[in-house]
Nanobody
């Protein structure tokens, strides 16, 4: 079992930067693939970024590729999302999540929210134009 708590959300101007952090409880953090998702009002939850157990592999939605960077520190039990050059369309509640399945997965698995069994409470990001 792992519990996740996001922080770092807030109001930022378009073109600015924001860094989200997700702190995980438990001693098995390194055994979870992690992901960041977001959900805007009236929209479905969408994949933002994912990272493998060690952090060696990362995956991004096309909409954020080149602007956002996901990273993790297994010694500190944290996974971060660095958001640069943000746009008004990045406005959403951002969630971190831990994938349940620990066997082999394809890269596409990171984008499927149904594969994640542990979710944080979310942090609001608002980008003003």
């Amino acid at each position: 079992q792992v519990q996740l708590v996001e922080s770092g959300g807030g109001l930022v101007q378009a073109g600015g930067s924001l860094r989200l952090s997700c702190a995980a409880s438990g001693r098995t953090f390194s055994s979870y693939r992690m992901g960041w998702f977001r959900q805007a009002p009236g929209e479905e939850r969408e994949f933002v970024a994912g990272i493998s157990f060690s952090g060696a592999s990362t995956y991004y939605a096309d909409s954020v590729k080149g602007r956002f960077t996901i990273s993790r520190d297994n010694a500190k039990n944290t996974v971060d999302l660095q958001m640069n050059n943000v746009k008004p369309e990045d406005t959403a509640v951002y969630y971190c999540a831990a994938m349940i399945f620990r066997g082999y997965v394809t890269s596409g698995a990171y984008a499927d929210p149904s594969g994640y069994g542990h979710w944080g409470q979310g942090t609001q990001v608002t980008v003003s134009s």
